[in-house]
């Protein structure tokens, strides 16, 4: 059991990237598990997943080996610096979406933005001009 803690001594190990990529392991992985029912598309995938499936696999047991911990390290924080960002973008969509009421133009049926708690507006529509009455 003393090599085998030996070997594991000064690896990185696993972090939210390797998450990820187990995450996305297991999609393709049913994904090509639900293609073997629809016949032409089973051999496209199968020459397709399983190099795709190996590849990750791969990757995600050297990442986890690996000895260069300032690599990885860097790997990992340049992938929460995007999900972060994107789960802020995603924020911003929500809480925007929650300031504002929207209606269908009469007109053109193009759906037109209005903020809450205005009141009655009068709103135009830009891309027909047509001319209505709303309660925000």
Same mark, same amino acid.
């Given at each position: 059991?003393?090599?085998? +803690?030996?070997?594991?001594?000064? =690896?990185?190990?696993?972090?939210?990237?390797? %998450?990820?990529?187990? &995450?996305? $392991?297991?999609?393709? @992985?049913?994904? !090509?598990?639900?293609?073997?029912?629809?016949? /032409?598309? %089973?051999? &496209?995938? !199968?020459? $397709?997943?399983?190099?795709?499936? /190996?590849?990750?696999?791969?990757?995600?047991?050297? =990442?986890?080996?690996? +000895?260069?911990? !300032? #690599?990885?390290? =860097?790997? @990992?924080?340049? /992938?929460?610096?995007?999900?972060?960002? #994107? *789960? =802020? #973008? $995603?924020? !911003?969509?929500?809480? *925007?979406?929650?300031?504002? +009421? /929207?209606?269908?133009?009469?007109?053109?049926?193009?759906?037109?933005?209005?903020?809450?708690?205005?009141?009655?507006? $009068?709103?135009?529509?830009?891309?027909?001009?047509? +001319?209505?009455?709303?309660?925000?």
């Amino acid at each position: 059991m003393g090599w085998l +803690r030996r070997f594991f001594h000064g =690896r990185y190990g696993y972090d939210e990237f390797n %998450n990820a990529l187990i &995450i996305i $392991l297991i999609i393709i @992985n049913l994904v !090509s598990v639900l293609t073997r029912f629809i016949p /032409f598309v %089973n051999q &496209i995938a !199968s020459w $397709l997943m399983l190099p795709l499936q /190996f590849c990750f696999l791969v990757v995600i047991v050297l =990442r986890s080996m690996s +000895r260069n911990i !300032s #690599a990885r390290t =860097r790997e @990992n924080t340049a /992938f929460l610096s995007i999900l972060h960002r #994107a *789960r =802020r #973008a $995603l924020a !911003s969509i929500k809480r *925007r979406d929650r300031n504002f +009421r /929207f209606f269908p133009c009469p007109g053109c049926r193009e759906t037109l933005r209005v903020p809450k708690g205005t009141g009655k507006v $009068l709103i135009t529509c830009p891309r027909c001009g047509e +001319r209505f009455q709303k309660k925000a």
